[in-house]
């Protein structure tokens, strides 16, 4: 099982080096390294090793549920570049620095206190998909270093999206401006290791300082550079997440698009139990794939029954190549507390 995960593998994780390598401007490709060759330099089939430093990836563990019933949250407008794929750098609209921005949690029936604040250049807003709200009052498109505060009551469990509303919404999404807010249920879910995985895209131009930005032909034309889970194309087939034989894995997947649907799927695997939408209403139990529409959230939960390593995708292929693909590594035996990654 595992050779066979690792062969497959190869040629999608080559494909997006390969892209990205083609994507780069001439004269920076001219002072590379040229690659050695596949496989020497890749471990265990599924991942390039001995790359450059690259900043570490998006912790994929979901935060800890609070206890609390008030939730004052205040998230923070601004333009910066992130990572998006080994050695691309994107020059992205944020909330709090960082695409996606911060995973939010809280309880069915908990109150959120909202601030949100504008520090870049231009309009934009938040759009809670886990608030019933009027959106005239509390989506309001803010000014540069304007801001806005608003309460909502998280009546519905699920994992929901939060985005920017303003207009072109599929320009400020497609900048990186998306989020996901997990509403627990009141009595709460199964003990379980849970993940939180929001897949997106981008669509991309070189600038002239080598950096990325969108590219808005591109977008309207349906056809993404990558297409992403947390961020970065294929971070977590080179950084594996640790979990363990055996025991409850449990996956918010949220979909912020702009525009492809996810089929969501870990090879090697049935879920037990998928919530669409994180609905506790009618589970669809013993699935292997399900689909994560743009703009919505799903809760899975399965196990993984022997020792390996299981990608997780969207299995739309074509997306998994542009990089919607990570990977489990499944250990017997105790692992260290808190460890997740394999780290190198
Ligand atoms: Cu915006």
Redesign the pocket.
């Known amino acids: 099982m595992c050779r066979h995960v690792a062969l497959w593998l190869v040629p999608a994780i080559l494909l997006v080096a390969c892209r990205e390598r083609a994507q780069q401007p001439s004269s920076q490709r001219q002072t590379e390294t040229p690659p050695t060759a596949a496989p020497a330099d890749v471990s265990h089939g599924e991942a390039p090793v001995g790359v450059g430093a690259e900043p570490a990836p998006i912790d994929p563990v979901a935060p800890a549920r609070s206890t609390s019933r008030l939730h004052r949250l205040r998230i923070n407008i601004s333009h910066t570049k992130v990572p998006i794929a080994a050695g691309v750098t994107y020059d992205a ?1 944020t909330f709090d620095n960082r695409v996606p921005g911060p995973v939010l949690r809280v309880t069915q029936g908990d109150t959120v206190d909202f601030t949100l604040v504008n520090r870049s250049p231009m309009p ?2 938040l759009d809670f998909h886990a608030a019933e709200i009027a959106p005239n009052r509390a989506y309001r498109n803010l000014m540069p270093r304007d801001s806005i505060h608003y309460r909502f009551v998280a009546r519905v469990p699920g994992a929901f999206m939060y985005h ?1 509303g ?1 207009a072109p919404v599929a320009l ?1 999404i497609a900048n990186g ?1 998306y989020g996901a807010i997990i509403v627990d249920p009141r009595q709460g879910r199964p003990a379980a290791r849970e993940f939180v995985f929001v897949q997106s895209e981008f669509y991309t131009k070189v600038l002239g300082d080598s950096t990325r930005a969108i590219d808005w032909d591109k977008l309207l034309g349906l056809a993404p550079d990558y297409v992403v889970f947390n961020g970065r194309a294929a971070v977590y087939a080179k950084y594996p997440i640790r979990v363990q034989v055996g025991e409850p894995l449990r996956m918010y997947v949220v979909n912020a698009g702009p525009n492809r649907f996810s089929a969501f799927h870990v090879v090697g695997a049935i879920f037990d139990r998928v919530f669409q939408d994180g609905s506790l209403a009618h589970p669809l139990e013993g699935v292997q794939t399900v689909t994560v529409p743009v703009g919505g959230g799903a809760i899975f939960e399965t196990r993984l029954v022997e020792a390996g390593t299981y990608p997780f995708v969207s299995h739309a292929f074509a997306d998994a190549t542009k990089g919607a693909v990570g990977m489990f590594e499944a250990q017997s035996g105790a692992m260290p507390a808190g460890e997740t990654r394999r780290q190198r």
């Open positions: 609209w934009h807003s920017c303003t400020h401006m």
